[in-house]
């Protein structure tokens, strides 16, 4: 049975954060991408990084996995980009309802 899954990812600027979104919802990867600005502190390669960034907030049903991460790979500009997914504890049924229409294009 699928389950509501939160993916995030991180983007360096609103531009290319909207571009994403945009195409993960409209090739039908996410039933919504919300947005929002963050600092990240992180180690890569020896250094620490203190970095604004854009976090995606991809709402979908726990079975697109796996074309959510290939679609985001695709498109994203890092040598390794974070991509997280969160199994979420329910949704309310008609919204989840409609993530999975959105999903598999029967929404309107």
Not at 63 to 84: D, G, M, V, W
């Amino acid at each position: 049975m699928s389950r509501p899954t939160i993916c995030t990812t991180t983007m360096p600027d609103m531009e290319s954060a909207k571009k994403m979104a945009r195409e993960l919802v409209e090739g039908s990867f996410a039933a919504c991408v919300q947005l929002l600005p963050v600092n990240s502190v992180y180690k890569w390669k020896g250094k620490i990084e203190d970095e604004n960034e854009i976090l995606l907030i991809c709402k979908i049903p726990s079975y697109h996995h796996e074309s959510l991460e290939k679609a985001i790979l695709e498109r994203h500009p890092y040598e390794l980009p974070q991509i997280l997914f969160f199994n979420a504890a329910g949704a309310y049924a008609p919204y989840f309802e409609w993530m999975e229409n959105c999903i598999t294009n029967k929404e309107t």
